[in-house]
Structures are given as C-alpha cells and as structure tokens.
C-alpha cells in the first residue's frame, strides 16, 4: 500500500488539476431518471465487487461534478482515488504506471484524447483486471459514436453504461427547489413556479440562477418572495 501512497503524492499535483475538493454527492440533483446512477454509484462506491461505470453526459449536464463527488466520498473513506483528465495527457509519457493499485481511478474526457492516449487507456483497464480497483469514465459521447479504436470500444461495452438523463419538464420545479434548500434560501411555491418559466432547463443554468438570486436577495436585504423574483428576473433582462 505505500507504493500506491508515493505514487498517488508524486503524481496528486498533475492529475488533479482542476478537481473541486468541495463536490459532494449530497449536493447533485438525480432526478428520476437518473435513480438507477444514483444506486449504481453508491454500489461502486460501498462494494468492492461493482463494476466499472462509463458515464456520458453533455457540458451542461454536471458530470465533472459529479465524478468529483465520487472522488470526493472516496477519500473520506481513505481510500487513494485519482482524478485524471485525459484529455490533459501527453502521450510522450507512461500515465498511468502501477495506477492500477488504485481504489478508484477517474477519467474524464476520455472522447478527446488522441490514440496513443487510448492504447494506455486499453492497457490501464487490462492490468485492472483481477484486482478491486474501480474506473469511473466520462465521455461527452455516446458509446456507440465514440472514435476509439475497436478493442476500446469493446472494453468500453463491458462497463456499465449511464447517460446523464437531462431534466424533464416535472423535474424543473423539484430541481430549483432542492438547489434553493442547499443555499438556505426560503422561496415559496408561488415564487419557484415563476422562477420555473423563465430559466434554461438544465441543471447547470437553474443552479448559476438561483445563486445570482441569492447574492441579489442578499444585497437587496429582501425576503425571497415572488415579487423579488421577478425584480431579479428584470433585473438580468430575461423577463
């Protein structure tokens, strides 16, 4: 185990390059459609014995963020977890050395990386084989369209597959309400309704809103009412 623990300190500076320490699994909305990767990513998480998740989800579907959280649950259990961005990687060096000792190795943006890149990712997931340590693989593509080589992509097929479901029409209503409640932020039903017809139906974008909303609550001194949404909606031009 200490040659897992030099190798994740030599290596902990390049590889988590733009992690957010502070992601939490608690704090991403999994709508209804996304229950069954909620449930597979605590098994992957508790069971030693779960398999590899290939996950795929657009810019604005919050997968960085949730790979983060992951990573970060990890840790808190103190097990030695990476996050690599594949995209990031140079092909002139041997990235991923003995990482296989690993609990959980993280990949994200495997779609953007070049061949030689790939062959050490096909490599990296033959040399997991037999031992518990688990891949997490994002991808802003889908398996069937992803431009990786045949073995690849048949490594690719053996995971267990999840997309990023985007929110539907029901979930808007739920999903401001559930970022509203993580920022301490009182809103009443009237005032979410009205705040649901104006804003983007992604995750990302409702989140960004109502965090402007509450800086501008905040500055305004003002209870968050129906009638303060709409001078914040005026306010960003989108009434």
């Known amino acids: 185990m200490a040659r897992v623990k030099n190798i994740t300190s030599n ?21 209804f459609e996304n229950q069954i990767l909620k449930s597979q990513i605590q098994q992957l998480i508790e069971d030693p ?3 590899h998740i290939f996950l795929v989800g657009n810019s604005s579907s919050g997968k960085t963020f949730l790979l983060n959280s992951i990573l970060n649950e990890v840790q808190s259990k103190g097990k030695p977890s990476l996050y690599i961005d594949a995209s990031k990687l140079s092909s002139a060096d041997n990235n991923f050395e003995s990482l296989e000792d690993s609990f959980l190795l993280c990949l994200d943006n495997i779609d953007k990386c070049n061949h030689e890149i790939q062959v050490q990712i096909f490599n990296l997931i033959n040399a997991c084989k037999g031992k518990n340590t688990k891949l997490v693989l994002t991808s802003s593509t889908t398996l069937r369209d992803i431009d990786v080589f045949p073995d690849l992509q048949s490594r690719f097929a053996q995971m267990n597959s999840f997309t990023i479901k985007p929110l539907s029409e029901s979930d808007i209503v739920e999903a401001i309400a559930f970022i509203s409640t993580k920022l301490d932020i009182q809103l009443s039903g009237d005032a979410i309704e009205y705040l649901k017809i104006f804003v983007r139906k992604d995750f990302y974008s409702i989140k960004q809103t109502v965090v402007e909303l509450d800086k501008f609550l905040y500055a305004e001194r003002k209870q968050p009412s129906k009638q303060m949404v709409a001078k914040f909606l005026k306010k960003l031009k989108i009434t």
């Open 49 to 51: 014995k779960s398999e």
């Open 11 to 31: 290596r902990q500076v390049f590889f988590d390059f733009g992690r957010d320490y502070d992601a939490k699994l608690d704090n991403f909305f999994f709508s």
